[in-house]
């Protein structure tokens, strides 16, 4: 067959995703979901060299996350017809993240599975425990070094690359990591079951003198189970066991995503929302060293992480029908907006001595330029449309 550069990148592929306990499911197409990112593997256009109608495969079992790995295609780049140009490596592309010991052979996979899933045993201590529509939840604590769990955390980071963007793996060999695995937990005919439903991990640094800061890292909830609620739960359950802990001064996240963002906006809130220093008669008064000192105190909040908190409950204590009240609201944020924009400024006077008069009036100008008017704006109205998401959530709850 003659091939024509066009045909040889497949942008287009599908990639599927199942979550299976027994054999007959592995045959049932209709409980299908597909990863959000791929770039991390196959580049920032997500493309496939050599194949056409190109699908891949990947199982999971729901407790072991004993891992198959196949794909089909209808035609495949032939060396002998096109200069020796050969077909990407999918294999070898997905080994670099999948675990070792991935099946490929799908009939040996299923015999195997339900061995894998009726032995499993979930790893660590339970910390907490729910029921939600009818279902049992337990969340457990598990170090780095319990035994047998390295291998099976190489089974489940590999999500991570699936669903965050910027997810990178970490050194489990580090025993200063923590992970809180979320399972659900079932009967299945005789036996009792716990399918994997989400986890976060924690790396605690040191805190001058003598504390701990302890960072979250990553946490995921897996597309089955995702928009019921329970990142909301893994959060706050891994929050009242840190409350607890007096070496832990207070608790920030590792380059958070949008949706982590979010979560823990809302989980913050709720929590704050108890403190008498964010009582709404105090709202209006502007934030305060003591709302800053209350929320690390008590519940291990960040005072980065407390601003926005406040700036989050006053927005839904404003009136904003009432147009001087929301004014000072709105004036009050963008004034912590306007920082970097005052930093810049007085690093110019710096250099004032520096530079010639023409350029140092040439930076001058365009340090107040209208783009930074609009720029400003622009940023305080994205925020303010965050804040208002945030918002919406709680008073659901």
Same mark, same amino acid.
């Given at each position: ?162 669903? !965050? ?53 990553? !946490? ?40 982590? !963002? ?110 930074? !008017? ?24």
């Amino acid at each position: 067959m003659a091939w024509m550069e066009s045909e040889m990148i497949t942008n287009y592929f599908r990639f599927v995703l199942y979550i299976v306990t027994h054999a007959d499911q592995v045959l049932d197409q209709s409980q299908a979901f597909h990863p959000e990112y791929t770039h991390q593997l196959f580049g920032d256009n997500e493309a496939i060299f050599g194949y056409s109608d190109l699908e891949i495969k990947l199982y999971y079992g729901s407790s072991s996350l004993l891992t198959y790995f196949g794909l089909t295609y209808s035609d495949k780049i032939d060396p002998s017809n096109s200069d020796g140009v050969k077909a990407d490596d999918i294999v070898q592309i997905l080994s670099e993240i999948l675990p070792q010991g991935f099946y490929t052979n799908l009939d040996e996979y299923m015999r195997v599975l339900e061995r894998e899933e009726s032995k499993f045993k979930p790893f660590g201590e339970i910390i907490n425990n729910y029921s939600l529509n009818d279902q049992t939840f337990e969340i457990r604590k598990v170090s780095a070094d319990t035994p047998g769990f390295k291998a099976y955390h190489e089974r489940l980071r590999t999500f991570l690359i699936w669903y !965050i963007e910027t997810a990178s793996f970490i050194d489990d060999d580090d025993d200063k990591w923590t992970f809180y695995l979320l399972f659900r937990k079932r009967k299945d005919q005789e036996s009792i079951r716990y399918d994997i439903v989400g986890y976060m991990t924690v790396y605690d640094y040191y805190a001058y003198p003598d504390k701990i800061r302890s960072r979250i890292s990553q !946490i995921i909830v897996l597309p089955p189970f995702q928009k019921n609620g329970h990142g909301a739960k893994l959060l706050e359950s891994y929050y009242s066991l840190a409350e607890k802990d007096d070496d832990i001064l207070d608790i920030t996240a590792e380059d958070p995503s949008e949706n982590f !963002i979010s979560l823990r906006d809302f989980v913050d809130c709720r929590r704050c929302a108890r403190l008498p220093a964010f009582s709404t008669s105090n709202l209006h008064e502007g934030f305060c060293e003591n709302m800053a000192n209350e929320a690390r105190t008590k519940l291990k909040i960040h005072k980065k992480q407390a601003r926005r908190v406040y700036e989050i409950l006053r927005l839904k204590a404003t009136d904003r029908s009432n147009s001087k009240e929301y004014q000072a609201y709105k004036n009050y944020v963008k004034r912590r907006l306007s920082l970097p924009f005052k930093r810049e400024e007085k690093d110019l006077m710096k250099l004032q001595k520096f530079l010639k008069p023409e350029e140092y009036k040439a930076a001058i100008m365009q340090a107040n330029s209208q783009d930074k !008017i609009q720029i400003l704006n622009d940023s305080y109205k994205a925020t303010e449309e965050a804040y208002l998401s945030i918002i919406e959530k709680l008073a659901l709850y």
